[in-house]
């Protein structure tokens, strides 16, 4: 199984990224998420969903700017960066869980099994 992260980039606050997560290796994995890690940070969840059902979970911190969602037919799940601030930035990772964790247990990373590798966001003031 492979996660494949892109999307990353530098953009002024305010602006706009679209960050995607190709899998593939034909394991099929209901719970998906991105993660965030910033300079001396500890990782932080950011967002996830549920393949089967589409349900969809965000951190506080960016509730109502980011939006998960997937694309079934190229097994890719998006998260569509709108309004960014300097505080975004940060190295994003995706992650996918064959059995999506519990609503109480989404933002915890040790759900996820499969990781990708970051990709680096930088939002300039």
């Known amino acids: 199984v492979q996660l494949q992260a892109s999307g990353g980039g530098s953009v002024q606050a305010g602006g706009s990224l679209r960050l995607s997560c190709a899998t593939s290796g034909g394991t099929f994995m209901n719970g998906m998420a991105w993660f965030r890690q910033a300079p001396e940070k500890e990782r932080e969840f950011v967002a996830a969903?549920?393949?089967?059902?589409?349900?969809?979970y965000y951190a506080d911190s960016v509730k109502g700017r980011f939006t998960i969602s997937r694309d079934n037919a190229k097994n890719v799940v998006y998260l569509q960066m709108d309004s960014l601030r300097p505080e975004d930035t940060a190295s994003y990772y995706c992650a996918g869980s064959i059995n999506a964790p519990n609503t109480s247990a989404v933002r915890s990373p040790q759900q996820y099994e499969y990781w990708g590798q970051g990709t680096l966001v930088t939002v300039s003031s």
């Open positions: 969903l549920r393949w089967r059902g589409g349900s969809t």
